[in-house]
Nanobody, 121 residues
Framework: QVQLVESGGGLVQPGGSLRLSCAAS????????MRWYWQAPGKQRELVAT???????NYLDSVNGRFTISRDNAKNTVYLQMNSLKPEDTAIYYC???????????????WGQGTQVTVSS
């Protein structure tokens, strides 16, 4: 019904930059809040960044000042610009969205499949 597909992950050296994208498709009337999570091996999934439909943003303290979340509503896409990357940023990154699929203001939450980001020299 609704699919979220992440892209842009890969291997980068410490101090480098990477930009992740997540595009939503399918039966969508509107998308409200969009989010990025990460999950490192052996750890729980953790919220990294949030952006509302009006553009209000929030960040995990450890990435604040280095990561920037943004969105393109016309493309149903959310981005995560990651600068000054550190080895501890290594994780699978997942996007997440609250979607009104029918235009009735009832929201459903969807997840992408994840994209691997590895920060290593």
């Amino acid at each position: 019904q609704v699919q979220l597909v992440e892209s842009g992950g890969g291997l980068v050296q410490p101090g480098g930059s990477l930009r992740l994208s997540c595009a939503a498709s399918g039966r969508i009337f509107s998308i409200k809040t969009m989010r990025w999570y990460w999950q490192a091996p052996g750890k729980q999934r953790e919220l990294v960044a949030t952006i509302t439909s009006l553009g209000r943003t929030n960040y995990l303290d450890s990435v604040n000042g280095r990561f920037t979340i943004s969105r393109d509503n016309a493309k149903n896409t959310v981005y995560l610009q990651m600068n000054s990357l550190k080895p501890e940023d290594t994780a699978i990154y997942y996007c997440n969205a609250d979607v009104d699929v029918a235009g009735n203001a009832k929201l459903y939450q969807y997840w992408g499949q994840g994209t691997q980001v590895t920060v290593s020299s």
